[in-house]
């Protein structure tokens, strides 16, 4: 396990023989990511690659929470300094590239809150186990920011142009239950049952024959990659509004714990 040592805000164990465990886990934070979080769970595909002992990842969220996305101090960063744009955009595109170029089978495992960077692994995992209470939110453009992570490349594919557009413009949180009927996840399960069934998932991809397992996976994942000229466009546009005063009102807002309040951001409204 030396090349998991270094890992602060990954928990990294073995489920079972060939299956990775990957946890976020920031105490007191619901598993919130700072900097030092989004580049760990941004690098751990690469580690988990080069690891033959790897037949598959399961990848969830210490406690009852999978992730309540980006901290807020690290966010602020975007809105503050214009070098941490531009790396933020870089890291932002590669959690997402290393997901898809990832050869081996992934399964999340959620409950509770789903959000941001943490919303991005749960979604673009091969198998996605939710509780049916689990809360999932995209909530750009609530923050002043337009969606982007993996929101236009994997949301409309996943559920159609409708739903997508309806949950990415007004950052409704969805239910499991909902997100499964919708198309939007693989299964939604009892709470108590999740981390089962995830890990009898993992377990059984990690005993299927990897070659043909693998180019499956390639070849599905060729209709994410013909998409990514969305995802480039998504991501310079999120970044962008981070220069704003949307952005600007929104972190504030989060912060005072209350509605944003974008007419005050416009000269007039």
Known sequence: MDRYERYERLDVSWASDGVLKVTIDNPGRANALDGLG???????????????????????????????????????????????????????????????????????????????????????????????????VDGHTRLGVAAGDHAPLVWPLLCGLAKAKYYLLTCEPLDGA???????????????????????????????????LRWTKQALNSWLRIATPHLDAALALEFLGFAGPEAQEGIRALREKRDPDFCRTRPTC
């Open 178 to 212: 909902q997100a499964e009927r919708i198309g939007l996840v693989s299964l939604a399960v009892e709470e108590d049952d999740v981390l089962r069934r995830a890990t009898d998932i993992a377990d059984r991809l990690a005993g299927g024959a990897p070659t043909a």
């Open 38 to 136: 989004h580049a760990e769970l941004t690098r751990i595909w690469r580690d988990a690659e080069a690891d033959d002992r790897v037949r598959a990842v399961l990848v969830t969220g210490a406690g009852r929470t999978f992730s309540a996305g980006g901290d807020l101090d690290w966010v602020q960063s975007f809105v503050d300094d214009p070098d941490a744009r531009i790396g933020g955009l870089r890291e932002a595109r590669e959690l997402v590239t290393n997901l898809i170029e990832f050869g081996k089978p992934v399964v999340s495992a959620v409950r509770g809150a789903a959000v941001g960077a943490g919303l991005v692994v749960a979604l673009l995992a091969d198998v996605s186990v939710v509780a049916e209470n689990a809360r999932l």
